[in-house]
């Protein structure tokens, strides 16, 4: 075997421990194997969560993990239950939305429910047409003639999708009476969102993104989203290093969905300039501080009105009534 043969089949070693290394983290210089890789992501997301949730023993938090099935979610709900599920002031309880997507949500669902019964952690579930939704399935059926009537319709079903899920996600915590919601957004979807915020100059999402425990959003339970510094590829990692059950498909809608090009775009730039997922995100963080300073200032005008009730669902809303009602109406949904 030639040198160059040779070098092709080397394994770089862990930069720790000198064993096979797993990850290559091109944006931190470091090379690390499983067991070491494991060890950086759990510090990651537990100075993450003291940061993101801060506990008061002398008043009880309950938790609602939101999760899908997923490898983001499974790592997420694990994690949070070593590190903070044995405390008696805190109670841990998983939530999953079922859109109604045949073929990807039913095992996505099993998958949930067996981590939760590993994990000790009760397990609820709801359904879109529970919250008088349209399951998503038959919401890409009607997308066409929705799109025929109304020209400034939402063309994708992940518009209605991400809206719907927002309020099942409400539902639950309101149903378990959470404190705060836990989410499992890793480093590639946080950049994406703040990519996709900024294409669409769309400042209140970028100030309204989570983490919100410093600056809760008037009207929403405070969203926290202790993966958001590791990114997505060792999520996975630290998913298969832990045997968590985990669904792998992905959504058949995923594709063809605005986030799919960004998250292609996030993937390029991020090989192309290793850091750039960080920068992205701590732009964010920036943005959010700079709002901060000024209503510390006294200017409080700076911040967007807060939300009203919706007079149809109750639901928090900036405008007559909320997106999911106008979503309602444009799939022709009854209220009763
Ligand atoms: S990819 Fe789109 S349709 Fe599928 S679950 Fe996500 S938001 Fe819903
Ligand atoms: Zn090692
Ligand atoms: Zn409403």
Same mark, same amino acid.
């Given at each position: 075997? #030639?040198?160059?043969? !040779? *070098?092709?089949?080397?394994?770089?070693?862990?930069?720790?421990?000198?064993?096979?290394?797993?990850?290559?983290?091109?944006? +931190?210089?470091?090379?690390?194997?499983?067991?070491? @890789?494991?060890?950086?992501?759990? !510090?990651?997301? +537990?100075? *993450?969560?003291?940061?993101?949730?801060?506990?008061?023993?002398?008043?009880?938090?309950?938790?609602?993990?939101?999760? +899908?099935?997923?490898?983001?979610?499974?790592?997420?709900?694990?994690?949070?239950? &070593?590190?903070?599920?044995?405390?008696? &002031?805190?109670?841990?309880?998983?939530?999953?939305?079922?859109?109604?997507?045949?073929?990807?949500?039913?095992?996505?669902?099993?998958?949930?429910?067996?981590?939760?019964?590993?994990?000790?952690?009760?397990?609820?579930?709801?359904?879109?047409?529970?919250?008088?939704? $349209?399951?998503?399935?038959?919401?890409?059926?009607?997308?066409?003639?929705?799109?025929?009537?109304? %020209?400034?319709?939402?063309?994708?079903?992940? /518009?209605?999708?991400?809206?719907?899920?927002?309020? #099942?996600? %409400?539902?639950?915590?309101? !149903? $378990?009476?959470?404190?705060?919601?836990?989410?499992?957004? %890793?480093?590639?979807?946080?950049?994406q969102t703040v990519l996709m915020n900024m294409a669409n100059?769309d400042?209140?999402r970028?100030?309204?993104?989570?983490?919100?425990?410093?600056?809760?959003?008037?009207?929403?339970?405070?969203?926290?989203?202790?993966?958001? =510094?590791?990114?997505?590829?060792?999520?996975?990692?630290?998913?298969?290093?832990?045997?968590?059950?985990?669904?792998?498909?992905?959504?058949? %809608?995923?594709?063809?969905?605005l986030r =799919?090009r960004h998250?292609?775009?996030?993937?390029?730039?991020?090989?192309? $300039?290793?850091?750039?997922?960080? #920068? @992205?995100?701590?732009?964010?963080?920036?943005?959010?501080?700079?709002?901060?300073?000024?209503?510390?200032?006294?200017?409080?005008?700076?911040?967007?009105?807060?939300?009203?009730?919706?007079?149809?669902?109750?639901?928090?809303? +900036?405008? /007559?009534?909320?997106?999911?009602?106008?979503?309602?109406?444009?799939? #022709?949904?009854?209220?009763?």
């Open positions: 075997m #030639g040198a160059d043969a !040779k *070098e092709l089949f080397t394994v770089p070693s862990c930069d720790s421990c000198g064993k096979p290394a797993v990850v290559e983290q091109a944006y +931190s210089g470091r090379i690390l194997c499983g067991k070491h @890789l494991a060890k950086s992501v759990r !510090k990651k997301i +537990s100075k *993450e969560l003291r940061a993101q949730l801060p506990l008061n023993k002398d008043r009880h938090t309950t938790v609602l993990v939101a999760v +899908s099935g997923g490898k983001d979610s499974a790592v997420l709900l694990d994690a949070i239950v &070593d590190l903070i599920g044995k405390r008696r &002031d805190v109670t841990v309880v998983a939530g999953t939305v079922d859109e109604g997507i045949e073929g990807y949500r039913p095992p996505s669902i099993d998958c949930a429910a067996s981590l939760c019964e590993r994990l000790g952690v009760e397990h609820h579930v709801v359904t879109y047409p529970e919250l008088s939704f $349209v399951e998503i399935d038959e919401v890409v059926q009607r997308l066409p003639q929705i799109i025929k009537k109304d %020209n400034d319709a939402p063309r994708m079903a992940c /518009s209605y999708c991400g809206v719907f899920r927002r309020q #099942g996600i %409400n539902y639950l915590a309101e !149903k $378990v009476g959470a404190d705060v919601i836990a989410l499992g957004h %890793n480093l590639d979807d946080m950049a100059a400042i209140e970028t100030l309204r993104l989570a983490p919100h425990t410093a600056t809760p959003v008037d009207g929403l339970s405070p969203r926290i989203v202790p993966l958001r =510094w590791v990114p997505e590829q060792e999520v996975h990692l630290y998913a298969l290093h832990r045997e968590l059950p985990m669904h792998h498909e992905e959504c058949p %809608n995923a594709r063809g969905a =799919w998250r292609e775009m996030v993937a390029l730039m991020e090989a192309d $300039v290793p850091g750039t997922r960080h #920068g @992205l995100v701590r732009m964010a963080d920036q943005i959010k501080g700079l709002r901060d300073q000024i209503v510390k200032l006294g200017g409080n005008e700076s911040r967007p009105a807060p939300p009203t009730p919706c007079p149809r669902c109750g639901s928090p809303s +900036s405008g /007559s009534q909320c997106k999911a009602c106008d979503m309602r109406d444009l799939l #022709g949904v009854d209220d009763d």
